[in-house]
């Protein structure tokens, strides 16, 4: 069996409980956030897009072309399927949607994460696979029935419409995909940005926490270029560089201009 996973850190869990069993499924995650960023072009120019944008100090994001590929190899070679996904994440969403455009047709069960499980966060289902423990990663593994992909709850011309719409984000809004602009989360950020200098990441990490309670839960990626944005604007003032990854720029602070 081959587990299809759209969160990296939950894929790393999954593995991790899956070796402690003793099991050799294997586990596949893509590692791209379609949630956010250009998706109607080629995928390298969605590479160039999030280089220029979204800066790191490890080198360009060529890498994703490659994982994609790695992705699609292990995915065909193997005819047993379980897709793994909490409808509430957008990047899950997002990600499932594109699976189902890049493979028409092809066979899969799903454990949906729509409910909650033991020691919920207000009795809610889980934000995204991502924050689940083993034990809870466990839970779903054991007592979540597969489902076969319902076209009526996920349609697979989705991907096409969020293509369409050409936006830059997409959350989740009464459990569907939606695309809206890319500012939908600039208030939130500039909420915690105050008149007085604050680390960068302090910044993006407090809306961060913010936005678990509004619609969707946008990256840090992602909330590092609207930052970069809003500098750019001159909304916000930055004593530094920021890359999004860079040990170095970690003192980088910035302010709100009142």
Known sequence: MIHIVFSSSAAGTLRRLLRRRGLRDKVVDLTDSLDWGPIAMPLKDRENWLDQYAPTGSGNRDWISEQVSEFWKAVEKEPDRLIWIAPRSATEQSGLYWFLSQFDGIEA?????????????????????????????????????????????????????????????????????QSVHERYFDDLLLEHCHSDDTNWRRVVGNAMAASFDSNGSPSDAFLFWRLRELIREGRIVCNGELLLDSVGDGAAKVRRLM
């Not at 009795?123 to 839970?139: C, I």
């Open 109 to 177: 069960d799903l454990v949906i994460a729509d409910y909650p499980l033991s020691a919920s966060w207000k009795n809610q289902a889980p934000l995204t696979l991502g924050e689940l423990n083993e034990d809870l990663m466990a839970e779903l593994l054991d007592s979540c029935p597969r489902i076969r992909r319902d076209d009526a709850r996920f349609p697979r011309r989705r991907w096409s419409e969020l293509m369409i719409d050409n936006a830059l984000l997409r959350i989740v809004e009464g459990g569907a995909i």
